[in-house]
């Protein structure tokens, strides 16, 4: 049997604002703070004086919002709170908060003592709030939720409150592999991530979890249609080439004839789309470059084709990886091909890419040294030097 989660059926959002903290339970869901003011207030004035003014005497025991702090709580009176060390002499010390303070040196406390209780879970709550990246805390809450039996099912409504309001957190992200993991069962992560790319369609820490998940539990089947859905959206979504990559490295390969040409065929599709989209160039580049550019039947032809309408920085260097993988192959008229790339080098220095002038001068150079023969003739990149050293 599971013990209840102390956060069920509670709105766990981690960034409420503090009013919305006073008229509803706190995030640990053991203590209700109206409760807790109106008994405090009945202790020190009268029950009512304080229906009269409820807020009036708690400047001590309460922080802003109506807080009550850990050292101020009677459930937590055999605790001595552990204070951050700083060392003696603090260079730049962190003024951190009453409230942080407080929450941060009864958390220590109980990890001191390795406390395996609703209350020290309860507290973990509080300390992710205020730092939801202190992986200490995360993996602190991980060993209680087992430890107590707590039950997985509200503690992955809780992270998913957490990731909607910080989706890139490394940590909230691991802590929810992990659940995934205790619980065997990714029913509902695709959906979710889904519903987190939507607003972000280029989170790293979302499509690393998607991966795993795929990956893990074989959840393979329309993933390809997901991807070209997100393409059709945004052909220049770098993370759903990578995907793409990705789900086809993991399931046919890219061995097979026919599922190349569809993906050549499909690349250049979009490259019409959008002629200056990086990404596409890299994807065909990617799943062509281990056999050869030049190998593939009919590539070069196709790009020149392109070049006459739809030519861009990327479909130059393109051409000068396809020229160098045929002089690579030890073409026919390699000095031809030779000359073709140099003019493209130095195309893109000088007018299409000339942020990076000095770089495809570079390859120009180095293409010259590799596949230049001395009786060869000047080549463009060469001629622009001898100009420069006259």
Not at 12 to 41: D, Y
Not at 171 to 195: G, N, T, Y
Not at 216 to 235: F, G, T
Not at 289 to 318: C, M, N, W
Request: hydrophobic share 35%.
């Amino acid at each position: 049997a599971t013990v209840p989660h102390p956060g069920a059926a509670l709105n766990l959002h981690p960034r409420r604002s503090e009013r919305e903290k006073v008229t509803s339970f706190t995030m640990s869901g053991l203590e209700e703070i109206p409760k807790l003011s109106l008994e405090a207030q009945q202790d020190q004035s009268g029950e009512a004086e304080a229906a009269e003014e409820p807020e009036c005497d708690y400047g001590d025991e309460l922080g802003a919002g109506g807080y009550v702090f850990y050292r101020d709580r009677k459930e937590w009176a055999d605790v001595e709170p552990v204070p951050q060390d700083d060392g003696p002499n603090p260079i730049v010390k962190i003024a951190y908060s009453d409230k942080f303070t407080d929450v941060y040196d009864y958390f220590r406390a109980v990890l001191k003592r390795d406390e395996r209780s609703e209350r020290a879970f309860a507290l973990t709550a509080d300390a992710i709030e205020l730092n939801a990246a202190n992986y200490t805390v995360w993996h602190y809450r991980r060993v209680l939720l087992q430890s107590l039996k707590l039950d997985l099912i509200e503690e992955m409504k809780y992270i998913t409150a957490i990731i909607e309001d910080q989706p890139k957190n490394y940590q909230v992200w691991h802590h929810r592999r992990m659940v995934v993991e205790w619980l065997k069962d990714p029913s509902k992560e695709l959906e979710f991530i889904a519903d987190i790319l939507s607003q972000d369609a280029k989170n790293y820490h979302a499509w690393q979890h998607r991966q795993w998940v795929i990956q893990e539990y074989k959840l393979w089947d329309d993933e390809l249609e997901y991807v070209e859905q997100l393409l059709e959206e945004d052909v220049r979504n770098n993370s759903a080439w990578n995907q793409r990559h990705f789900v086809i490295s993991h399931t046919t390969g890219y061995s097979d004839a026919a599922v190349l040409e569809r993906e050549v065929r499909y690349s250049l599709q979009l490259i019409r789309k959008a002629p200056h989209n990086e990404s596409a160039w890299n994807y065909l580049k990617g799943i062509l470059q281990d056999r050869g550019l030049s190998t593939f039947p009919g590539l070069l032809e196709q790009v020149l084709e392109l070049q006459k309408t739809h030519s861009s920085p990327y479909l130059i260097a393109f051409l000068v990886d396809l020229y160098e993988d045929m002089m690579e192959n030890a073409c026919k008229d390699q000095e031809e091909i030779l000359n073709k790339a140099l003019e493209l080098c130095e195309l893109l220095a000088k007018e299409k890419d000339s942020i990076r002038r000095e770089y495809w001068r570079y390859i120009g150079r180095s293409l010259k040294a590799k596949f230049g023969s001395s009786e060869a003739s000047a080549g463009p990149t060469e001629e622009r030097e001898t100009c420069g050293n006259a």
